[in-house]
């Protein structure tokens, strides 16, 4: 059986929820940074920038050594306080 995805709003072959969407979006560091960055600034980031940091880059897959992610934090620190 094969569903074509004959539209609406419950229909889960449509192509228009975001789980088919969101499979080709690829996360960059830089773009996690400016993320983290963003979320400081509005009160929602609470704890410490570089767990959020190491979280985030392990969710999309993205290898970094301790020390660039601590450095990294330390910048979105001073960046988002200022």
Do not use: K, W, Y
Not at 38 to 58: A, K, S
Not at 59 to 74: K, Q, S
């Amino acid at each position: 059986m094969t569903d074509s995805g004959a539209g609406g709003a419950n229909d889960p072959f449509d192509g228009n929820d975001e789980i088919v969407a969101g499979t080709e979006h690829h996360e960059t560091p830089e773009r996690i940074a400016e993320d983290v960055r963003h979320d400081i600034q509005l009160g929602h980031v609470q704890d410490d920038v570089t767990h959020v940091l190491e979280e985030r880059f392990e969710e999309a897959g993205i290898e970094a050594r301790p020390e660039e992610v601590e450095d990294l934090a330390e910048e979105i620190e001073r960046d988002a306080s200022s």
